[in-house]
Antibody
Framework: EVQLLESGGGLGQPGGSLRLSCAAS????????MSWVRQAPGKGLEWVSA????????YYRDSVKGRFTVSRDNGESELFLEMSGLRADDTAVYFC??????????????????WGQGTLVTVSS | QSVLTQPPSVTGAPGQRVTISCTGS?????????VHWYRQLPGAAPKLLIY???NRPSGVPDRFSGSTSDTSASLAITGLQADDEATYYC???????????FGGGTKLTVL
C-alpha cells in the first residue's frame, strides 16, 4: 500500500524558513516523480513544485521560484521542500503527491495518483 | 481566478445524474493535454477519480465518467449517492504557463 506522510509544518515568521518532509513507502520511490500541491484555507488546490524520479530535474510555480527548493533522498524514500522568504500567502496545507508515470519523468500533464494527508504551514508574525 | 473554470457548486437528488464542467482554453485542454479529476472530502487529501480524460483507477465505480470536447472537460456522476458529497477538482497542464493547473473546485451537494 502506498503511504505518504508529510511533516514539518507549523508557524513560520514572514521572511523566515521552514522545511517540509514527506516519507514515502509501499512503492519504488525512485521510479516516480513527486509533487507538492498546496491548499490555502478555504481555497482550491495549487501546484507548487515537482521533482523527477532521479532528482535531476526540478520545477516550480513562478510565485515560489527562488524561495522554495524541492529535493529528494531516494535511499531513504523521502521528499523535501525547503521554504524560505516565507510570505503570508504561503499559508496553506501542503500535500505531497506521487506522479502516476512510473518511468520517473515529470510532466506537468501527469496525474497524481496518491497523496499524503497534508501538513499545515501558517505564516504569521 | 483559475485558468480552468469550474462551477462553484452543483446539486442533485439521490439517483440522479449530474455533470461538472471544467472550461479551459486552447493552451491547455484545447491543446490536447490530459484532464484528470479528483475528489476531496472536508479535511482530507484529494483522491484521484479520473485520469487521462476518461480512465478510472481501480476501485472507482463506473458511475463516474470523464470526457473532453474542444476546450472543455466534464465529469459525470450517475446514480447519485449521499456519500458523493464532496468537492471535485479538474487538473490539466497549460503549455503557455508551463505549469500544472487545477480548476477552482466544485462542491457537490446531494439533496
Amino acid at each position: 500500500e502506498v503511504q505518504l506522510l508529510e511533516s514539518g509544518g507549523g508557524l513560520g515568521q514572514p521572511g523566515g524558513s521552514l522545511r517540509l518532509s514527506c516519507a514515502a513507502s509501499g512503492f519504488s520511490f525512485r521510479n516516480h516523480a513527486m509533487s507538492w500541491v498546496r491548499q490555502a484555507p478555504g481555497k482550491g488546490l495549487e501546484w507548487v513544485s515537482a521533482i523527477s524520479g532521479s532528482g535531476g530535474s526540478t520545477y516550480y510555480r513562478d510565485s515560489v521560484k527562488g524561495r522554495f527548493t524541492v529535493s529528494r533522498d531516494n535511499g531513504e524514500s523521502e521528499l523535501f521542500l525547503e521554504m524560505s522568504g516565507l510570505r503570508a500567502d504561503d499559508t496553506a496545507v501542503y500535500f505531497c503527491a506521487r506522479g502516476g508515470d512510473s518511468r520517473g519523468w515529470y510532466s506537468g500533464w501527469d496525474f497524481l495518483d496518491d497523496w499524503g494527508q497534508g501538513t499545515l504551514v501558517t505564516v504569521s508574525s | 481566478q483559475s485558468v480552468l473554470t469550474q462551477p462553484p457548486s452543483v446539486t442533485g437528488a439521490p439517483g440522479q445524474r449530474v455533470t461538472i464542467s471544467c472550461t479551459g482554453s486552447r493552451s491547455n485542454i484545447g491543446a490536447g493535454y490530459d484532464v484528470h479529476w479528483y475528489r476531496q472530502l472536508p479535511g482530507a487529501a484529494p483522491k484521484l477519480l479520473i485520469y487521462g480524460n476518461h480512465n478510472r483507477p481501480s476501485g472507482v465505480p463506473d458511475r463516474f465518467s470523464g470526457s473532453t470536447s474542444d476546450t472543455s472537460a466534464s465529469l459525470a456522476i450517475t446514480g447519485l449517492q449521499a456519500d458523493d458529497e464532496a468537492t471535485y477538482y479538474c487538473q490539466s497542464y497549460d503549455g503557455v504557463l508551463t505549469e500544472a493547473l487545477f480548476g477552482g473546485g466544485t462542491k457537490l451537494t446531494v439533496l
